[in-house]
């Protein structure tokens, strides 16, 4: 059975190359969707009864590894020094700095790279890390799959 749940937070970010008005400082309002896989659990008195997984725990790990992390800062990539310089200059100011620039692509890759060591805490059952989505605006967005993932 696969189950999905979703969150959305907001950041900014620029992509230092590209060729458009995506180089500027600007925000988005993104929605992550983490997909698990696992069995149903199939036990009265169990509070999981009838779930691979309860919810709430998913959106738990995705708030404590990802959101909380990610939600009004502006993310950006180490290379991009003069824009990491000023914001490293503002105080109090919340910057994520990451090993990879900032596009979707890589927000999921990097999104996926974080909670996949944690999916097998949330219970004591196999769960899989099926997919991380992430929507840069509701009509792009970038996915991580099992299928396709190779930690790059």
Known sequence: MIITRRLEFDAGHRIPDHRSL????HGHRYALEVTVSGDITRMDGDP???MVLDFSEIKSLMRETIVDRWDHAFLVY???A???DFLTSLPDHRTVVLDVVPTAE???????????PH????CDKALTLENVRIYETPNCWADASRANYRGS
Do not use: M
């Not at 890589?106 to 996949?116: D, W």
């Open 22 to 25: 995506c180089r500027h400082l």
């Open 106 to 116: 890589n927000l999921a890759a990097k999104a996926f790279e974080l909670l996949e």
């Open 82 to 84: 003069q824009i990491l």
């Open 119 to 122: 999916i097998g805490e949330l």
């Open 48 to 50: 999981r009864n009838g």
């Open 78 to 80: 180490q290379g991009d």
